[in-house]
């Protein structure tokens, strides 16, 4: 009979199950890998933390901070608390009674004394266009009263009129949907449905329609351009390579503001690209080059070139040349070889290097500024207006919330389409 040793005692001790098959022992050591990972998740964690909170304060909470101005406006409604309170039982259709008059009246004698009418005028005037000076002229009016008098009020026009107390009702809610359905081009009509603006003040739709298609012109630019060019520098000696990645990168050397000013003067009628297209033959007269769309194409791809170029070089130079020897020896023509071989594994490069730049094109600001003319401005040219010339952030948030919406959507849709989520580099 052969000796139980305490190894053994041990092995049969770890194999003994309970509780449905798991033994102690494993549910131990389960246990403890489980919490060793816990504890290295929380170590990244605490690693990334000052990163993380950066970012969340410099760059999420300012983001948050302006795009919740698209639906969030309590100005009308900080300016008129005694109307809203007296238009709770306002039906809506009739001309408000004395009561609601009144409030107004002394809503507005109160904003004068604090010095916020201008602010309040702005915001209505902005949903109601002429309401500016009919406020203003009302409060001067009020102002010279000793007490509150509704025959002023009701002397003016505008206050009887149905659309100004439908604004109005409108407006005393902090939560709005005026701002995002002017970004589109729609508004509220007096029966409480939803109508396109007149053709004449209809105007944001077809600046997202020209910044989507100049964006959409480079970035199809720097792929015809870049391609080759990829291709080139990948199976280029190194030398002959290095430089021409030196040559590629040497824009980045210099700031955008001052790539674009080149521009300016090189598109000018009589600047250097005139010259060598009358010298060449192309043209026997100076083209308007500057302040064209075909200008600020020009210059917004020769600033976006790298971009699509790097993302495309960075795959190619991992395919490895014998791939294609090996399709040429079994017999395949060479474009059959490129299309069927070669193309399918830059197709992530390419894909990659597009989306880079065609959302890097929708927020371009200072080349558009510089070179496009007044029928060539971006949508970001308009949220730079309202907010630095108009001071008008509600709508400059509207226009950022539609673009966002806009992009992340394309890129859904591109995605599913092309099946991005299934495509990996190589």
């Known amino acids: 009979m052969s000796t139980i040793q305490p190894n053994d005692i041990s092995q049969n001790r770890f194999m003994q199950k309970r509780d449905g098959g798991e033994t102690v022992d494993a549910k131990l050591l389960i246990s403890a890998i489980r919490q060793s990972q816990a504890r290295e998740r929380l170590r990244s964690l605490a690693l990334a933390a000052?990163?993380?909170?950066?970012?969340?304060?410099?760059?999420?909470?300012?983001?948050?901070?302006?795009?919740?101005?698209?639906v969030y406006d309590p100005t009308i409604a900080n300016a008129l608390p005694q109307t809203g309170a007296a238009m709770e039982t306002w039906n809506g259709t009739d001309v408000p009674d004395d009561k609601i008059f009144a409030a107004l009246a002394a809503d507005l004698k109160m904003v004068q004394q604090n010095g916020t009418i201008a602010e309040f005028a702005k915001s209505l005037n902005a949903r109601l266009p002429g309401a500016r000076s009919q406020v203003l002229k009302t409060s001067r009016a009020l102002d010279k009263q000793g007490v509150v008098d509704v025959d002023v009020m009701k002397a003016n026009p505008f206050w009887t009129d149905h659309r100004t107390w439908v604004t109005i009702e409108n407006g005393r809610h902090v939560l709005t949907s005026f701002y995002l359905l002017s970004a589109l081009d729609l508004?509220?009509?007096?029966?409480?449905?939803?109508?396109r603006v007149p053709p004449e003040q209809a105007i944001f739709l077809r600046v997202f329609i020209r910044t989507f298609f100049v964006a959409a012109a480079v970035t199809l630019a720097t792929l015809i351009l870049g391609?080759?060019?990829?291709?080139?520098?990948?199976?280029?000696?190194?030398?002959?390579?290095?430089?021409?990645?030196?040559?590629v990168l040497l824009p980045?050397?210099?700031?955008?503001?001052?790539?674009?000013?080149a521009w300016t003067v090189l598109l000018q009628k009589f600047g250097l690209i005139n010259d060598v297209l009358l010298w060449?033959?192309?043209?026997?007269?100076?083209?308007?080059?500057m302040y064209s769309r075909l200008g600020l194409i020009i210059a917004m791809t020769h600033i976006q070139l790298p971009f699509t170029l790097l993302p495309i070089y960075s795959v190619m130079r991992t395919i490895p040349p014998s791939q294609m020897r090996a399709a040429y020896s079994l017999g395949g023509r060479p474009f059959t070889c490129f299309r069927r071989i070669y193309l399918p594994q830059v197709?992530?490069?390419?894909?990659?290097?597009?989306?880079?730049?065609?959302?890097?094109?929708?927020g371009y600001y200072i080349t558009p500024a510089l070179v496009g003319g007044a029928g060539d401005q971006l949508i970001s040219n308009f949220i730079a207006n309202y907010i630095n010339v108009?001071?008008?952030?509600?709508?400059?948030?509207?226009?950022?919330?539609?673009?966002?919406?806009?992009?992340?959507?394309?890129?859904?849709?591109?995605?599913?389409?092309l099946g991005l989520d299934r495509l990996k580099p190589v």
């Open 347 to 362: 197709v992530p490069g390419i894909m990659a290097g597009c989306l880079l730049t065609f959302i890097l094109c929708l």
């Open 390 to 417: 108009e001071l008008n952030w509600e709508m400059a948030a509207a226009l950022s919330f539609i673009l966002l919406v806009f992009t992340l959507g394309l890129y859904a849709l591109f995605a599913r389409m």
């Open 227 to 247: 391609f080759p060019l990829a291709y080139l520098i990948s199976s280029a000696p190194k030398t002959i390579g290095a430089v021409l990645i030196v040559a």
């Open 187 to 195: 508004q509220w009509n007096v029966d409480g449905g939803i109508e």
């Open 280 to 289: 060449i033959g192309v043209t026997d007269v100076r083209l308007d080059l």
């Open 50 to 70: 000052p990163l993380l909170v950066l970012l969340v304060l410099s760059f999420g909470i300012p983001i948050v901070a302006l795009l919740s101005r698209a």
């Open 252 to 261: 980045f050397w210099t700031s955008i503001l001052v790539r674009t000013a």
